[in-house]
């Protein structure tokens, strides 16, 4: 399954996907997003021995975005639908989702990048929109997602001015839950991974789904939903308490 565009490696119950045309910093072609709807697919199967996943990418940056030239040699529609599908499913997995950004993370990058259930930024990061620099709209969900993350009014400015948004700023205004110094960016990138799997993956798994669920829905709504539709405990719960317990004794 593994391609020369996009590397994955599993390790301890965290799966990496990793954009790998670092000659081309990572710009986004209808290939890479046929590798990572592949892995995507087998990973949200995998909620046995995946817990968590992480997305980067290889080299300089992130990913400068979408591929102009694939953009210029016409790609289809059939294509283009592709990768809107394939980060939906990205979004939609079971398992949390961390997206790393160091470097550029540009318009369709920035699109894959909000799949992630939280944003991690190394000090160099820039993320922008640049559709309308280049005469474009979105299709692979900016103005559904960035909006829902950092809010209409600086969803606009980002989307009208196709400004670059510097790491510090992106975390002030809700784009990036955390920016950590170059140098410590990867270990601080496994230490949230960790913290992740070492809590219940069940529960993991159920509050996303709840978050999923009643996003959009009123508090009445969301609240009714919490207690109906509730997965209850997870197998482990008797063990996971009994193991605190001890310790505190």
Known sequence: MNGPDIIRSDKDGLATL??????????????????????????????????????????????????????????SGAQLNLQATVIEQLANLPQPVITAVHGHCYTGALELALAGDIILASANA????????????????????????I???KAREMMFTCRNV???????????????????????????????????????????RLLIETDGLSLSAGLAHETYRNEGHAPDVEARIAAFAARKA
């Open 18 to 75: 990793t954009l790998n045309r670092p000659e081309k910093l990572n710009a986004l072609n209808t290939r890479m997003f046929q590798l990572l709807g592949e892995h995507v697919a087998d990973i949200a199967k995998s909620t046995d021995t995946i817990g968590c996943v992480v997305v980067r990418g290889a080299g300089r940056c992130f990913s400068a975005g979408h591929d102009l030239g694939a953009i210029g040699e016409g790609e």
């Open 126 to 149: 820039r993320f922008a929109d640049t559709h309308g620099r280049w005469g474009l709209t979105p299709i692979w969900g900016m103005s559904q997602r960035l909006p829902r993350r």
């Open 151 to 153: 809010g209409n009014a």
């Open 166 to 208: 510097e790491a510090d700023e992106a975390v002030a205004i809700g784009l990036a839950n955390t920016c950590y110094a170059n140098e410590e960016f990867d270990a601080e990138v496994q230490k949230t991974a960790d913290l992740i799997l070492a809590n219940s993956w069940f529960s993991a798994r159920a509050n996303k």
